[in-house]
Structure formats: C-alpha cells, structure tokens
C-alpha cells in the first residue's frame, strides 16, 4: 500500500529531530546547547515511535478506491490554490503591494469565473480599502517590490 | 483580433521604450527641490518608545519640514539594530534613506566585527549626532556595595549585561577590569527593567548602562550611579565621580576608559546611505545645523530626553570624528575579546 | 482617597475628556480588527502630538486607544481565523469552529463580553493591589520565573489533542523553533544559518498566521467548502448569548481574568504567555475538555478574560512601579514621560487623581468599547457566509500586510507560507498546533530564566524555598485529575461496587 501522508510527517519530525541534534552538538557553549539538544532527542525519540506505528498500520486496511478518488479531488484544489498564494506571494515581493494586489485580485475572480463588472468592481474597492488604511490611515510604508527599488 | 490588438501594443511599448532612452539625461535638480514632494524613508534602527526612537521622531518631522519631504518612520530594531543599519547601508545613493543608529551599538558591532553587520562605518554620510551620553555604573542605592572599596573588597561578585556582544555587558567588563574586581558579568538580561529588578532582589549587584535608558529606573528608586565610566564627570551629573577619581589607571586601562567616552558613549547618529551626492549631503548637514540653533527643536529633544541635552555635532565634524574612531578601534578588538571570553559568566 | 476618587470620575466626565476617550476607543477597535497590526505598531504614530497636549487628555486619548485593542482583536480570531493581535491567537482555536458552525455571533459575544469584563474587574483591583506589586514582583526572581513559565509549559499535557505522542512533538517542535536565532546569553547564533532574516528568530505574527490562518483556509477550500459558514446567526440574541455564556462560565472567567491579570503584572512574561496559559488551564479544568478545539466557547471565554486582564496588570506596574513589561509598555512609558508625568510610587502619591483618571478611563473605555463591539457583532458576523471566492482574496490580502507591517520583511511570506503548510498537514494528520504555540512563546522564556538560575544560584536552584513550594505545589496540581480518579475507584472498590 501506499505510504500514507501521515507517515511522511513523521518522517520529517524525525528528520527535524536529527537535523537538531546534530545542528546542537556544534554550538560551542553549553549553555547553547543543553536544551535544543534535549528537546531534539525528545523529538527523534517520539518521531520514531510515530514512524514505526505508520509502517505498521501500512499493512491494515483495504484499498478504499472512493476516498483515493476524493483525496485526488482535494489535492488538485490545495494545489491550486498553494499556486495562487505562492504566486501573490512572489508578486508582492517583485513588483509590490500596490501592483500584486488588483492584479492578483482580478485574476483570481476571473479564474473564479465571476463577471467582468464583479471582478473589476472588488478589485478596484479592495486596493481603495488598502490604500486608505495603511497608506493614509496608519502612514505604513508598504513594501514597494525587487523592482523598483525595495531592499 | 487579438493578434493585431497584441501587435498594436508590441510597436507602441517599443516605441515608448525608444523614446525613454533616446530622451536627453535630465539636469539633476537642486537639493532643495529634489526634496519637495519626495518621501523620506526614515529607520530607527532602535524598538519604538526607546530614548533615541522618541528623538528620532522629533528629528524625523523638523526633517520633513526642513526638506519640504514627507518622511516615512520606519524602526528596524531586529538584531539589536542591525537591521536597520544594514538597511541604510544597502540603500541607495539618492539621499532619501536615512536612519538614526545608537553609536555604541553601531561602533560595538566593529569593535566585535558581528558577521551579520555588512556596512563599513566609515562609508555612511553623517548628518548629525545628538546629545552624549555617558556610562554609569548604577548599584542598589541600599545595597552592601557602596563604593569603589566595598567592590573591591567583594567576593564571586554578578554584573547585570544584556547580550554578549551589547554595551552593557562590554561596559561590565570594563568595570570589572578597571577596577580588579573578582566578578563576571551574567549575561542574557532581556531589558533595563529586568537588570534593575535583579539588583533589588540581590541577583545581581550592578550594570553599566547610559543615563537616558537608566533614567526611569533610577527615579523609580531601584539603582543609583556609583561612578561615570570615563576619565571626566558628566555636566548631567556633577556630584559622580568619574571612574579615574576613584582608582590608578595604567596607560592600557585609561586608553580603555577614554573609548567610553569616545567611540563607545551613547549618542543618537543620523545617518544616510553612502555615496549621496555632495551637495545633498551638505543641504541635510546644513538643515541639521540649522536645527541645532531652534528653540523649539533643542526643547522638544530635551522633553522627549528629560534633561537638557548639550551636545549636537553636525556636518563634517561629525564624519572626521566616525573616522578618527574607526581608526582605533582594532586595538579594542582584542581586548575586548579576551575580557568576554575571561569575566563572561 | 474619597476626595481623589472625586476629583478622578468629575476629570474624566468633562465634556471634552470624554470626546476624547471616545475618538481613541472608535480608533483602537478599529486597529484591533485589522489583523496582526496592534498597539506596537500604532502608539509611535501617536506618539509625536502628545507631547503639545495637556496631559491628562494626551494620557487618556492613549490609555482609550490601548484599552480597547483587545476587546476586537477576538472578533477577527473569531470570524476570519486571523489574530487581530497575536495574543489573541489562542482565541481562534475554539472562536472559528464556532464560527463554522454558524455561532460566530455568540462567540464575539463571548469574546467581547469575557474581554469587555476582564478589562474592567482589575481596575477596581489595582488600588488594593499597589501595596502587593513591588513585593510580588521582587519575591519572582529567576528561579520563580522558570518554575512559572515550566508550569505554563505543563499545561501542553492538556493541549495534545487526541495522540500524547502527537501533541508532544508538536510542543516539542514548538520549543526547538523558540530557539532559532541569537542566543542572548551566550552571543551563540543557533539553527539561523547565518541569516540575518532569522537572527531574532522566527516572528510570532506570521508563524501564527500561516499556522491557524492560511491553513484553516487551505483546508476549507482543499474540502470544496465555498464559505466559511453555510449560515451563520446574525441576530443580537445569539450575540447576547455568548454573553450569557460567560456568566454561565463565570469562575472559568474570574480564575482566567486573576491569572492574566497576574501575568500582565511580572514584567518579563510575553503578552501572549497569558491567553495561551489560560486557554490550556481552561481546557484542563474543564469537566468536557473532549470540546475543546471544536468549538467549545470557553476555548473563548478563558484567552480573552486573559487578553484584557494582563494589559491591566502590565498597565499597572507600568505607572505604579514606572517598570515596563512589555514593548507596549515601554512606549506607554515614554508617552508618560512625554507629558511631564513620571510613572512610579511617587505618580501613586503625587499624582493619585491622575492615576485614578487613567484606571477609571480604562474601565469605561472597556464598557464603551464592548457595547459598541456587542451591538456591530451581528452584522460583522455576516461575513462568515460571504463566499470564499470574495473572502479568500480579502483575508490573503490583509494577512500578508499585516506581515510586513508587523516585521517590515517580505522574507515572512516564505514563513507564513511554510507554516500554512505545516498547519494544514498538522490538522490533517491529528497534531496539535496550539501545543506547538504554547512551546513557541514559552521555549525561549524558560531556557532564559533557567539558565540565569543557574547561573546566579547554582543548578540547584529549585531547592530555595519558594521554587520548591512551587513545584510541589505544580505537582500537586498537575496529578489532581489522576488523584482524584485513584480515590474515586479506591472508594468504589471499597464500597463493593
């Protein structure tokens, strides 16, 4: 059967755990390194009773082709919308607030399939809200983008 | 359709992008009016509410007067300041990012060459420093310590410092060195108010620490100046005695004591970016100058500070003075160095 | 006293302070909305008028601002799964899933009421409690404070969630993340690679955020969900009975509104330690903590009692002691100092009129805030049922701005993202993210005191009396469920039944 979702977490708390005992051991003064090392082996520890549990549950159970079928489903949406937050995310940090988010906003809409008249609509309500909040309400500076000039 | 809508817009995007770089380079405008209408950013590389985040903001909006500019307060206090140093640093030339910086952190990180400080001191444009403040060394007004004696006669004694690297725990060392006191300093306080409470409880029997940052918990009642950590008395504080009354100095130690009142005294640094261009500079520079003759400037610093404060150096004398303390600063370095690794706790 | 009580209530009903107070509560429950932007953020803007205000009104237009943050802070927890502040992230835990079940407007009503309440019962405290905070303050040494902040840390047994294994990871993982960044005692730079991004260490804005914000977000679209709730109750009536609920759930209240309180007292304890403690003391207690985490509206009740009360508290030893808590109270500190007031026991003497404008401010601030809150509740509660075709932009949006605002680093997005992902999964797969919250904010604080302990007082230092007393008293604490379910079957086998 399939290694389920569940048992990669695992894996990466025992990674984790690991990279912090080894990341530990090198820092110079005791002090620095006592606790991080404690609560990293607590973690490996624990990491691998959860690792261990998983391989065994692996055997159990019969295939379920309905559930398979509905977790494809809601994989393709968290995709999805993963893409979406990444891509604004990496908007804001080129081109900035000001610029990411109607187009972001629009987009987003459109891809929703809502209508012109909508998207434009929000869009435009949203970045005025932005504005007036944080740029004349509070007088934030809000960050400007890679592009032009931002550090 | 859209194919001639897309050629449309190709030829007229090629066309505008011909006209950009075929234009003639623009004049650069006089400082004067290349401040208008333009937004300062503004760092405070300190946590807001501290005493040079409060100055900063004073002198951030007489700023924006003088310059006709708005200006943007920012404060990037993450790695105890140099956040916002490194930020002014990496900005760009054009004058409009400036930051204030307190000194002994900003010449400390040198002294102590922090590998996450990028910037070379001697490569800021400075525009002013504000007020100068010395180092105390402040103990329970109750305690058993009450002199440079009872010190000295002490045993297995505890200096309150912040982090290693900070100017309390240096100013710590220097004490305990200076004076030949059989002490370390237990670093890791998280603020003044911490510090001063470990001294009320006995945790602790002192730290060093500059008067403005000392100021409330010293009217609170919890600590008292023993000695100034220099060579003269403080005009804030006529009745302490400098550290050289109380004790010989060897040439090495008085060299020491001088940097507190040199490179390592607390001030408030306006800065900017380097490489801004001469005559800029020297329109913030003259701004500033013109600052420091205001009435209504000098009493808001000195309500914002709670005393008068008497030292403003503006302009060139402020660059020659950045220079001169760079010069020597290596010399620190190991001394520094090797006291951390002896009187840390 | 009588005189200066007086002299206090005629102050603060002049016309003109009253305006005032009223401005700033409009503009601090206005600042508590907007996700992850709170006092730290807004009272430096302030700051620069003040100083040409008298100083009663400058003092009582911040004390009105402050006073009321928290109050509306819970209702974006609530409704949106975003910390209006961080603090009142531990509020979001049980406010949501009331949320999704439609009882958003019960849950603010529980919120603001429990908030509104735990506000206004310290004021009233403050003046018998000026004599005990000095004491109280200097009895706390290092060694008090690492027992403390441990058994705030035994309150992750109660936070695991269904799998102990599961939920101590979780608050294991959330203690090892405390200690990324620069060891202040040491000067050591630990798991931050040389950045200087992760030199303090991770923020707790956007770890919060990505952790319950994005990911309850990316669950309920992931499940196809299109709002947040398919109908939610906007009536005034369900919003009057989440208030209901907190009288029904008073001594959970009181117990929660003392313990903040408290915390907010001891400077050196984070704003956040006292909704997290008291979320996890809540569910402890609780005779149906199985509820927990699902909806159980004294998930909401304890956090914000706590949220209000350690601002009181940390208020108070910020004017009685002039000993700031906080960053928050460092710049109250400053504005004080500002205005020609100097914040100490001789503010307590020389000042007392003052002082009680202030508490008194505080405490009508509060009922202001509250009322206003209670009445918008039913509407604000609408946005539930707004489809996530309008509301995922909105709350994506306004999270990562108040990111940036919050730390000024487009660098937090990876870590908002990141955590986003880690959230979902730790939802998903059964391990509890308030258990990694609690290791977070008390990781450092413990490592902190402990290691000053030692140094100070050697590592035998839990032996001094009160620290003993404390543990022992912990421990007593900790085993009472299991003691008293030994005696319970003791005596059932005894009885032959």
Redesign the interface.
């Known amino acids: 059967m399939k290694l389920k979702?569940?048992f990669w977490?695992a894996v990466f708390?025992l990674a984790?755990g690991l990279f912090?005992i080894i990341?530990?051991l090198t820092?110079?003064?005791w002090?620095?390194m006592v606790?991080?090392l404690a609560?990293?082996i607590?973690?490996f520890v624990?990491?691998g009773?959860?690792v261990v549990k998983e391989l065994r549950r692996r055997g159990d159970g019969e295939k379920d082709t309905a559930k398979d079928s509905e977790h494809k489903?809601?994989?393709r949406?968290?995709g999805l919308?993963?893409g979406w937050?990444?891509g604004?995310?990496l908007a804001?940090?080129l081109v900035g607030?000001y610029i990411s988010?109607p187009v972001?906003?629009f987009a987003?809409?459109k891809w929703?399939r809502?209508s012109w008249l909508v998207a434009v609509i929000?869009t435009v309500v949203?970045l005025a809200f932005?504005y007036a909040?944080?740029a004349i309400g509070?007088?934030?500076p809000?960050?400007k983008g890679l592009i032009f000039g931002?550090r | 359709m859209i194919k001639k809508f897309g050629i449309a817009a190709g030829v007229v995007l090629l066309a505008v992008i011909i006209a950009a770089t075929g234009c003639p380079p623009q004049a650069e405008p006089a400082p004067a009016d290349f401040y208008k209408g333009k937004t300062i950013d503004f760092v405070v590389a300190q946590?807001?509410?501290?005493a040079i985040?409060?100055i900063s903001?004073?002198v951030a909006?007489h700023l924006g007067s003088g310059t006709g500019a708005s200006v943007i307060?920012?404060?990037?206090e993450?790695?105890?300041g140099?956040?916002g140093m490194?930020y002014v640093y990496k900005a760009g030339p054009d004058g409009l990012t400036m930051g204030t910086v307190a000194s002994s952190k900003f010449v400390g990180n040198r002294v102590l060459n922090d590998?996450?400080a990028v910037y070379e001191i001697e490569k800021f444009s400075y525009i002013i420093s504000i007020d100068r403040q010395s180092y105390y060394f402040f103990v329970s007004p109750e305690g058993p310590y009450q002199s440079v004696v009872d010190l000295q006669a002490g045993k297995d004694l505890?200096l309150g410092g912040?982090?290693?690297?900070g100017s309390v725990c240096l100013g710590g060392l220097t004490v305990i060195k200076l004076l030949g006191l059989e002490a370390e300093v237990?670093?890791?306080?998280?603020?003044e108010?911490?510090r001063?409470?470990?001294v009320?409880?006995g945790?602790?029997i002192g730290y060093c620490l500059n008067m403005p940052n000392a100021?409330?918990?010293v009217?609170?009642?919890m600590v008292k100046p023993m000695f100034v950590l220099a060579t003269e008395r403080d005009p804030l504080t006529p009745d302490v005695p400098a550290i050289t009354e109380l004790v010989e100095l060897d040439v090495e130690d008085l060299a020491l004591a001088r940097l507190w009142e040199t490179a390592l005294a607390g001030s408030t640094l306006c800065i900017a970016s380097p490489g801004i261009a001469e005559d800029r500079l020297a329109f913030l520079r003259d701004i500033a100058e013109k600052l420091t003759q205001d009435e209504g400037f000098r009493a808001?610093i000195n309500?914002?500070s709670?005393y008068e404060v008497q030292s403003y150096v503006t302009g060139e004398e402020l660059a020659a003075a950045m220079l001169d303390t760079v010069a020597n600063l290596d010399d620190f370095q190991a001394i520094f160095i090797e006291l951390i690794e002896k009187y840390r706790? | 006293m009588l005189e200066a009580y007086g002299t206090a209530i005629a102050t603060l009903f002049q016309p003109i302070n009253l305006l005032i107070l009223f401005a700033a509560v409009i503009v601090g429950l206005i600042?508590g909305v907007?996700p992850a932007?709170g006092g730290?953020?807004?009272?430096?803007?302030i700051?620069?008028f003040i100083?040409r205000m008298p100083a009663e009104i400058a003092l009582i237009l911040i004390v009105g601002f402050h006073a009321v943050i928290f109050t509306s802070s819970g209702m974006t927890s609530i409704l949106l799964n975003i910390p209006g502040t961080a603090p009142s992230a531990a509020t979001m835990v049980d406010g949501f899933p009331m949320t999704q079940r439609g009882e958003g407007g019960r849950a603010i009503g529980a919120a603001v009421t429990s908030s509104m309440a735990g506000g206004v019962l310290p004021v009233f405290l403050a003046l018998a409690m000026v004599p005990l905070v000095l004491p109280l303050?200097?009895a706390l040494?290092?060694p008090e404070m690492a027992i403390m902040i441990l058994l705030g840390i035994s309150f992750l047994a109660a936070l695991t969630g269904g799998s102990i294994?599961?939920g101590?990871?979780a608050g294991?993982?959330g203690?090892?993340l405390s200690?990324i960044g620069?060891?202040?005692?040491?000067?050591?730079h630990?798991?931050d690679f040389?950045t200087?991004f992760l030199?303090?260490g991770i923020e707790l804005v956007p770890l919060v955020l990505g952790l319950f914000g994005?990911s309850e977000?990316?669950y309920l679209?992931?499940?196809?969900e299109t709002a947040i709730a398919q109908k939610a109750i906007t009536k005034l009536s369900g919003v009057m009975e989440g208030a209901k609920d907190v009288w029904r759930h008073r001594w959970l209240w009181f117990r929660s509104t003392i313990i903040g309180y408290v915390i907010g007292i001891i400077?050196?304890i984070g704003a956040e330690v006292a909704n997290w403690v008291c979320y996890g003391q809540a569910k402890q207690t609780s005779k149906h903590p199985e509820k927990f985490g699902h909806g159980a509206v004294e998930g909401v009740i304890a956090p914000e009692a706590a949220d209000n009360a350690k601002e009181a508290g940390a208020m108070l030893t910020t004017m009685a002691?002039?000993?700031?808590?906080s960053?928050v109270m460092?710049?109250?500190?400053?504005a004080f100092?500002?205005v020609?007031v100097?914040?100490?026991?001789?503010m307590m003497v020389e000042h007392l009129p003052l002082a009680l404008t202030l508490l008194l401010g505080i405490a009508l601030a509060n009922i202001i805030g509250g009322v206003i809150c209670l009445f918008a509740a039913p509407q604000l509660a609408r946005v539930a049922s707004v489809h996530f075709?309008?509301l995922?932009?909105?709350i994506?949006?306004v999270a990562?701005?108040g990111v940036?605002?919050a730390t000024?680093?487009?660098m937090n997005?990876?870590t908002?993202?990141a955590f986003?992902?880690l959230g979902?999964?730790?939802k998903?797969?059964?391990?509890s993210r308030p258990a990694l919250i609690l290791g977070f904010v008390l990781?450092g604080l413990?490592?902190?005191y402990?290691?000053?302990s030692i140094?100070?007082y050697g590592p035998l230092f839990f032996l001094r009396p009160i620290p003993l007393t404390m543990l022992i008293v912990m421990a007593l604490l900790l085993s009472y469920p299991y003691l008293k379910r030994g005696i319970s079957n003791l005596r059932g086998r005894l009885s032959g039944t």
């Open positions: 979702g569940s977490l708390f984790l912090g990341q530990s820092f110079v003064y002090e620095s606790l991080p609560v990293s607590i973690i624990l990491a009773v959860e489903v809601e994989n949406r968290l919308i993963l937050v990444a604004f995310c804001i940090y607030f988010i972001f906003t987003y809409l929703r809502r929000f949203l932005s909040v944080f509070l007088k934030v809000l960050y931002a | 946590s807001p509410g501290s985040d409060l903001r004073v909006s307060v920012a404060n990037r993450g790695a105890g140099l956040e490194n590998p996450a505890k912040g982090s290693p690297s237990i670093t890791g306080f998280g603020s108010s911490d001063a409470l470990a009320e409880r945790e602790v100021r409330a918990s009217e609170a009642g808001e309500t914002v709670g706790a | 600042v907007i932007i730290l953020a807004t009272l430096p803007l700051l620069p100083f303050i200097i040494g290092q294994t599961k101590l990871m294991m993982l203690l090892l200690f620069y060891h202040a005692i040491t000067g050591v630990r798991f040389g200087i030199y303090d994005l977000l990316f679209i992931m499940k196809g400077p050196g002691l002039g000993i700031p808590g960053s460092a710049l109250f500190l400053a100092l500002m020609g100097t914040p100490g026991p001789a075709d309008f995922f932009p909105v994506l949006i990562l701005i940036y605002v000024l680093s487009p997005f990876i908002v993202l986003g992902i979902l999964a730790m998903v797969y059964g391990y990781g413990l490592e902190r402990s290691l000053l140094k100070i």
